[in-house]
Structure formats: C-alpha cells, structure tokens
Nanobody, 124 residues
Framework: QVQLVESGGGLVQTGGSLGLSCVAS????????MAWFRQAPGKEREFVAG????????IYVDSVKGRFTISRDNAKNAMYLQMNSLKPEDTAVYFC?????????????????WGQGIQVTVSS
C-alpha cells in the first residue's frame, strides 16, 4: 500500500476552478492505478475519474466529462485533478485512491489505499 495525502481544496464560486493534488509516499507510485472519488453529505462515495499506471488512459464519470481533467506525474509521485466550470453539485469531500490493479474503476472496494479526503465547496 501507499500513503496518500490530498491538498488544494477550498471554497469557490459557481463557474470557478480548483486544482487538487494527491501525493503518495513510497517508490512504487508508477505501479498503482489511481482515482479520485467524492462523497457529499448523506450520499455514497462516487467515482469521479481514474488514470492508468502510465497515465496513458483516463476515465471519467459522465457528470464531469469536459470539465475535470485527471493527470499524474510519476516522477513526483503525484496525481492531480483540475476542476473547471464548477457547479454546486460538485460540492463534496474528494478522496484520492490507489490500487496496483483496478478491474472496476467505479467500485470503492477495488482500492486498497485512500487519502484522508479534502473538502471542495462550490457556492451558488
């Protein structure tokens, strides 16, 4: 497993932008598929975006396609989520997650390592 720490959350107005970062400990970051999830109050944890170990493949939930971009820098042990055109419904705690292999990107149980989460609030 790897240790994951998110940063970059905060408060933004509707239509604004925020960037999240997730930094991993250890020297095997490139061996892990990575993903972002989010959880709003009273709702289940939701898959947002995933990225393959090399960064060559990405996948998004339909609600963020065209607005969010996931990327990674294996040399820096870091993954990013650039969020543009934010909406109030994007308000949630955002988590980064990692696993050596991911079969079902959208299933939280497929991930062994999680960050502590970071709040993103979009005001209307």
């Amino acid at each position: 497993q790897v240790q994951l720490v998110e940063s970059g959350g905060g408060l933004v107005q509707t239509g604004g932008s925020l960037g999240l970062s997730c930094v991993a400990s250890g020297r095997t970051f490139s061996s892990y598929a990575m993903a972002w999830f989010r959880q709003a109050p009273g709702k289940e944890r939701e898959f947002v975006a995933g990225i393959s170990r090399s960064g060559g493949s990405t996948i998004y939930v339909d609600s963020v396609k065209g607005r969010f971009t996931i990327s990674r820098d294996n040399a820096k042990n870091a993954m990013y989520l650039q969020m543009n055109s934010l909406k109030p419904e994007d308000t949630a705690v955002y988590f980064c997650a990692a696993n050596p292999d991911v079969i079902a990107w959208r299933i939280p149980a497929d991930y062994a390592s999680w960050g502590q989460g970071i709040q993103v609030t979009v005001s209307s």
